[in-house]
């Protein structure tokens, strides 16, 4: 059962090195969320440098996600987090009225403040996040019970999950100090929050997956799941190996390099099962990509956790 703890978090941050396929497993582990009837939010962070088309819309079929929360596929609704929707979120929040809000704007120190460095854009996607964890149903509930967050690059997920406390230090009262204490509430706890990293079972990405696994803890975040994602089939057992080892002859052979990916995979997963970080969930490589692939892995993670609405639940 390495799915459920994922799935009773209120806030997951999917992150991991590029192209391990953190995107799909945001995608699957939406709709294996809404599956399990949860109401779901997957949501992106805007890459302002980039502009880049939206990967996680197109595993819905879309080209891009809106700010504001759209059902993209049955029990899911998608968003794009961005910095300005977030800013103007939080001075509205604050100041209540627009115009005092831009007024707001115009006075330097907080100016300054919101400028400083990078830290402007993740402060805006960080109330977003935060406003969207806060907004609840006419009977109370939370709006959203499983908001899962596709993140960019391993860098920005640091400069996520650490900003609150960067910025505590720089302000301790005041409604900024508020959201901060607020947001790290709901993602530092264990109960609530949750970071999960992807990775392939290839040396340099493991390496790098155990690095950010130690940078997320840093920070405080509860690393639920290590999930390697890609893993080859093998057909082999351990005898069939040494026998097939002995009768292959030296040098280059077609279809050696497939035995060799084998072996780097469990030298892999041996090695990310030793450093025991955080139970690991080693997922198949499937023959689909895009959005095959996102189908693919919502029926494993749900036969695996006998979640399935249909079929699943045999184990
Ligand atoms: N388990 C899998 N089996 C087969 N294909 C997969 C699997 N996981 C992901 N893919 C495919 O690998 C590619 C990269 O996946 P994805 O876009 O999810 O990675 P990413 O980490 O989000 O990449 P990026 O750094 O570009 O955001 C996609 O074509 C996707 O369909
Ligand atoms: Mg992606």
């Not at 029990?75 to 005092?100: S, Y």
């Amino acid at each position: 059962m390495k799915l459920q703890p994922i799935l009773d978090r209120r806030v997951v941050l999917v992150s991991g090195k590029g192209g391990v396929g953190r995107t799909t497993v945001t995608a699957a582990l939406a709709r294996a969320a809404a599956a399990a009837g949860k109401r779901v939010l997957v949501a992106e962070i805007e890459e302002p440098a980039t502009q880049a088309q939206s990967t996680l819309a197109r595993m819905f079929g879309r080209e891009v996600l809106p700010v504001r929360p759209t059902l993209v596929a049955p029990g899911v609704h998608g968003c794009m987090l961005a910095t300005e929707e977030g800013t103007e979120q939080f001075l509205g929040d604050v100041f209540r009225v627009q115009t005092l809000a831009r007024l707001a704007l115009r006075n330097a120190a907080l100016r300054r403040l919101l400028h400083a460095g990078p830290s402007f854009h993740e402060m805006g996607i960080f109330y977003q996040l935060l406003h969207l964890v806060r907004q609840e149903l006419p009977d109370g509930r939370p709006r959203w019970d499983f908001l899962v967050l596709d993140m960019p690059a391993t860098g920005h997920t640091l400069a996520l999950t650490a900003l609150p406390d960067i910025l505590l230090r720089l302000v301790r009262r005041g409604p900024i100090a508020a959201a901060l204490r607020e947001g790290q509430g709901w993602l530092n706890d264990a109960r609530t929050g949750c970071a999960v990293v992807v990775t392939i079972p290839e040396p340099l990405p493991v390496t790098e997956s155990l690095e950010l696994v130690e940078g997320l803890q840093a920070t405080r975040m509860h690393v639920a799941a290590m999930v390697v994602n890609k893993v080859p089939e093998d057909p082999f057992s351990a005898e069939e190996r040494a026998a097939l080892d002995e009768l292959l002859p030296p040098g280059p052979l077609y279809g050696k390099e497939e035995l060799a990916r084998l072996e780097r995979t469990r030298v892999s997963l041996e090695r990310l099962r030793g450093a025991a970080r955080a139970p690991v969930l080693a997922v198949p490589q499937f023959l689909a990509d895009g959005q095959g692939a996102v189908e693919a892995m919502t029926a494993w993670f749900q036969a695996e956790e006998g979640l399935g609405l249909s079929g699943g639940g045999a184990r």
